[in-house]
């Protein structure tokens, strides 16, 4: 007995994609959560940043590793550089993923950024902590 008014849900996926259970890869959510808890530590983070550089402004190298010697003035701007650039990572990886169609030139793509993140994120906490100590 079928009523008219049932409504019915038409999934598209393929003969071959239903019989092994194929669907969304489930993976995204965690990088979507990644990539807000990010953007709302950038908020404060960059305020601070904003407000040190504008207090530092005309200062010697001393000054400023006096400044950045402070233990958590160190750990605010090793929690920037971390934040910047894993949101930094996550938004070009979606950008990548979204406009290289071909797989290798995809994945050749998306090793160089996220080489060249990790390189620049290094030396910039390293900065920091030459500063520092």
Known sequence: MS??????????RSQLGRARG?????????????QRVTAMALLPLSLYFVLSVLMLAGADRAQMAAYIGEPWNTVLFLCLIAALFSHLSLG???VVED???NDAKRMMTLLVLKGGIAVLALACAVSVLKLAF
Do not use: D
């Open 22 to 34: 194929l669907g969304a890869a489930k993976s995204g959510l965690h990088h979507w959560w990644t």
């Open 99 to 101: 406009y290289v169609r």
């Open 3 to 12: 009523n008219e008014n049932t409504p019915s849900v038409h999934i598209m």
């Open 92 to 94: 070009l990886q979606v």
